[in-house]
C-alpha cells in the first residue's frame, strides 16, 4: 500500500485542476477498488461493499472503454501505470 499512496500522491499533484479527465477518475476508482479489495479480504460477509465494490468496477470499464475508443496512447499508459489488466472489447 506505500507504494500505492506514493504513486496518488504524486498524481494528485499533478492532476489538481484536471480531476474531471478520464484519467484522473480512473485512478480514483482504482485506489478505492484497492482499498475495498483489502477491505473485503478481512470481512468477507461485507455483501453492502461487495456490493459497491461490483459498482465501481462497472464504473471503472465503462471509463476505460471510452478512453480505448477516444485515445489508445493515453488508454494504453494509463494500462501501465496503475497496473490493471486490459480490457476484452468485443
Do not use: C, P
Not at 489508445?72 to 501501465?80: A, M, Q
Amino acid at each position: 500500500m506505500v507504494k500505492n499512496a506514493v504513486i496518488s500522491i504524486i498524481y494528485q499533484k499533478e492532476n489538481e485542476e484536471n480531476r474531471g479527465s478520464v484519467e484522473f477518475q480512473v485512478f480514483s476508482f482504482t485506489t478505492k477498488i484497492r482499498r475495498l479489495t483489502s477491505h473485503l479480504e478481512l470481512h468477507k460477509k461485507d455483501f453492502s461493499s461487495q456490493r459497491g465494490l461490483r459498482k465501481i468496477l462497472g464504473k471503472r470499464q465503462q471509463l476505460l472503454i471510452y478512453l480505448s475508443k477516444r485515445n489508445r496512447g493515453r488508454y494504453k499508459e494509463l494500462i501501465d501505470e496503475l497496473d490493471i489488466r486490459e480490457i476484452k472489447t468485443r
